[in-house]
């Protein structure tokens, strides 16, 4: 088990911390689960090797390059239940705000309460003056959360190397 200062944020019922190689079991279940696949994409992820590069290529790196990346968001007891942070593409101005949960872990407020503490954490912490969301065009459920944390839809935009438009949020 992690120790607290390991852990980047932490709220009532959850610890969030940079993602470690090590983790790399947890992230070839949750890139390869259907809703993943559907809404976020195929990352190529099939074996614990890819997992690990992964991690070592995208969130790692981007707490290098960026100081801020995605999080492991666990419970307090230690479960690694899924993702949440903020990322910053070539193809957006501004970072966007990102998440992902375990199926058994969906509904029960865990995205919400994650992606507050990170928004909040992005613009007191990090002095980020603006993050934004995407989302694809048939994800209500998170469409409904960017909602909920105050977030609103602005307009379809294309990423580079995407086939078609997402919905893009913005506060």
């Known amino acids: 088990m992690m120790t607290p200062t390991e852990n980047v944020l932490e709220t009532d019922r959850l610890l969030l911390s940079k993602l470690k190689v090590d983790d790399a079991p947890f992230i070839l279940r949750l890139v390869n689960e259907p809703s993943w696949l559907r809404y976020i994409g195929d990352r190529g992820v099939k074996n614990l090797e890819d997992a690990e590069n992964y991690i070592v290529n995208g969130p790692m790196k981007s707490y290098e390059t960026n100081g801020f990346g995605l999080y492991l968001v666990r ?66 459920r998170s469409g409904k959360l960017l909602e909920k944390l105050g977030m609103k839809f602005s307009k379809m935009v294309r990423l580079a190397g995407d086939k078609e438009d997402t919905r893009f949020y913005e506060d």
């Open 75 to 140: 419970l307090r007891n230690g479960t690694p239940i899924g993702l949440c942070g903020i990322l910053k593409r070539d193809t957006l101005n501004d970072p966007d705000i990102g998440f992902a949960f375990l199926p058994e872990h969906t509904g029960m407020g865990y995205a919400f309460e994650s992606a507050q503490a990170v928004l909040t954490y992005g613009k007191t912490v990090l002095g980020l003056n603006r993050i934004v969301a995407i989302t694809s065009p048939d994800n209500s």
